[in-house]
């Protein structure tokens, strides 16, 4: 008998369209004279709520029904920061966060608790943010600095909807990550 076939997944907050291409844009105004970054994908833009690794395939029947018993409701959001992982001096993560941080990482622990009857380990601690690049080398660490200082003014105070959250499968690939949702939940009444 065969060994069930894993998949990779993740549970994440999709930005809308619009977003996804101001973000897309504002990467073309960090060059490789720069720094050298592997951009994210104007599809793959996204903040991940919970990572499940891999996975059986036939548990995902029950991961998306426990998930589909959760509660919330539609809340606005925007982009409030941008910043780098782990520290000004070794650069590696150009990322960008969410408000109301409140509201995310309520949702987060909502998902993180309605998991672990499927052995689904608790995340000591939750960092809401989304990957904008990752970075290869720094040419010119100062004016790295002040062009992510300059996204986080070019995208502060776009307001948006969060009204859903997505079961994702990674898929890894020689060019980078290919994301498919695998099934959508819409907000609800709490």
């Not at 998902?111 to 809401?128: A, G, H, V």
């Not at 040419?139 to 003014?153: F, P």
């Not at 105070?157 to 898929?171: M, R, Y």
Request: with cysteine; net charge positive.
């Amino acid at each position: 008998m065969n060994d069930p076939k894993t998949l990779r997944l993740f549970i994440a907050l999709d930005f809308p369209k619009q977003i996804c291409s101001k973000l897309f844009y504002l990467q073309d105004k960090i060059t490789p004279d720069i720094a050298k970054i592997k951009w994210v994908e104007e599809e793959n833009f996204h903040i991940t709520l919970k990572f499940l690794g891999d996975v059986n395939e036939d548990k995902i029947p029950q991961i998306k029904e426990k998930l589909s018993l959760i509660k919330f409701k539609d809340f606005s959001s925007s982009i409030n920061q941008s910043g780098i992982f782990p520290s000004n001096n070794y650069i590696k993560v150009i990322w960008l966060g969410l408000m109301p941080y409140e509201k995310i990482c309520l949702l987060h622990n909502k998902i993180d608790n309605s998991l672990l009857t499927l052995d689904f380990t608790k995340e000591d601690s939750f960092q809401s943010h989304a990957t904008l690049g990752r970075v290869k080398y720094v040419h010119k660490k100062e004016l790295l600095i002040e062009k992510i200082r300059k996204i986080e003014e070019l995208i502060l105070g776009e307001i948006f909807t969060i009204s859903s959250f997505s079961l994702k499968k990674s898929t890894l690939t020689k060019k980078g990550p290919v994301y498919k949702d695998i099934a959508i939940f819409n907000s609800k009444s709490q």
